[in-house]
């Protein structure tokens, strides 16, 4: 598949991504889905509501949100209501990688197995030192074994 992302997308995402660095920021891409072409028409930007519950190693800071969100399910309905009433649907989401590679984490995967379908992408926009990097998107593929890179196509603005 091909995620479609209009420039302003890009900008969108960006600004979140700074504006929450050190920490991870994570959103939603709602738009169409036209075959194997999908295009991002809103980005939704959410709160990252990681809490801390779990500590995920003994040596683990378990209130840090430098590695990990967590995209409440509530604010997914939220945002899925709006998008369906706009004749929309929910096509995607993104969060950062701060001073790390835009490649998913294990803890992305095992997240990402509650979120959307096979269609679905998962974008990762990596910031270094403040500032936006690469951005990638994925595709969980395999019943959720693993991802796959999937094509991204920078729209310029109309
Ligand atoms: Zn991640």
């Known amino acids: 598949m091909t995620l479609i992302l209009p ?15 050190p920490d ?12 194997e072409q999908k295009t991002v028409l809103q980005v939704v930007t959410l709160e990252n509501r990681w809490s801390g519950q779990v500590q995920l190693a003994p040596t683990d800071d378990p209130t840090s949100r430098r590695d990990r969100f967590y995209l409440d399910p509530r604010d997914y309905l939220r945002a899925e209501r709006a998008a369906r009433a706009a004749g929309y649907e929910i096509i995607g989401c993104y969060h950062s990688h701060p001073d790390a590679d835009p490649i998913p984490s294990e803890r992305d995967r095992i997240g990402a197995q509650a979120i959307g379908g096979s269609g679905f992408s998962f974008v990762i926009q990596a910031i270094r ?8 998107s994925w595709l969980l593929v395999n019943e959720g074994v693993r991802f796959i890179a999937e094509d991204v196509q920078i729209a310029p603005v109309e």
Request: charged letters at 10%; proline letters at 0%.
């Open 7 to 21: 420039a302003k997308a890009v900008a969108a995402i960006v600004a979140h991504a700074e504006a929450t660095y």
């Open 24 to 35: 991870e920021c994570v959103g939603l891409l709602v738009g169409t889905l036209n075959g």
């Open 129 to 136: 030192n403040g500032v936006a990097a690469e951005l990638t």
